[in-house]
């Protein structure tokens, strides 16, 4: 049972247009989201969190959006950047001292 | 050092062997995890470590499977009897006491069984 989920497994985008990156979450005690970028042959890095109690939180070209009611977040890049093209992994936990859930991951490419 | 590290950063085994991948998490991290990322897949949880509580375990697929963690510092994931299917990445993380802080990864063991 999935409780993260990415649908989309890749992405393709024009440099210097806008990237959605899109995740859904099934557990409704999921209070706090990251998401994280990883290049090949690399861990994950964090790139942006956004807490249950907001719907936005922005990071200089990454905005990340929440929508409770849906269990619905993206992860929005502008513009984009060849250096953008890496795996994103949504991920949620539900409280302090719980363990992270993470999704799947997107494969985000940026075409020069 | 600053990271996390983990060795051996690749392990080539014949099915049946028993393999240790080792993980040091950051000094000070309380909070130390495990995870597999089979080819062209995404992360799957496998083992959570907190403090001194007892570690949750609910993401080891089969008994073949074991963690263990000395007090706040290294960690070590002990896959018995490996399997073909036991191929992938290993990859340790840690983080700061609350959970809800960003996870430092390490950058990975590369398991391939033969």
């Known amino acids: 049972d999935q409780q993260v989920k990415q649908n989309s497994p890749s992405l393709s985008v024009q440099e210097g247009r806008i990237s959605i990156l899109n995740c859904d979450y099934t557990n409704s005690m999921f209070d706090y989201f990251l998401w994280y970028k990883k290049y090949p042959a690399e861990g994950p890095t964090f790139l942006i969190s956004?807490?249950?109690?907001?719907d936005k939180n922005e990071d200089g070209r990454f905005t990340v959006f929440l929508n409770k009611s849906a269990k619905h977040l993206s992860l929005h890049i502008v513009p984009s950047q060849p250096g953008d093209s890496a795996v994103y992994f949504c991920?949620?936990?539900?409280?302090?001292?719980?363990?992270?859930?993470f999704g799947p991951g997107t494969s985000l490419s940026v075409i020069p | 050092g600053a990271g996390v590290s983990q060795s051996p950063s690749n392990k080539v085994t014949e099915k049946g062997k028993d393999v240790e991948l080792r993980c040091d998490p950051i000094s000070g991290h309380t909070a130390l995890y495990w995870y597999r990322q089979r080819l062209g897949q995404g992360l799957e949880f496998l083992i959570y470590f907190q403090g001194n509580s007892a570690p949750d375990k609910s993401g080891l697929p089969s008994d073949r499977f074991s963690a263990e963690r000395t007090g706040e510092s290294v960690s070590t994931l002990t896959i018995q009897r490996t399997q073909q299917e036991d191929s992938a990445v290993y990859l340790c993380?840690?983080?700061?006491?609350?959970?809800?802080?960003?996870?430092?990864f390490g950058p990975g063991t590369r398991l391939l069984v033969l």
């Open positions: 991920a949620a936990s539900k409280t302090s001292y719980d363990k992270v859930i």
């Open positions: 993380a840690s983080s700061p006491k609350a959970t809800q802080e960003t996870q430092y």
């Open positions: 956004i807490s249950s109690i907001k």
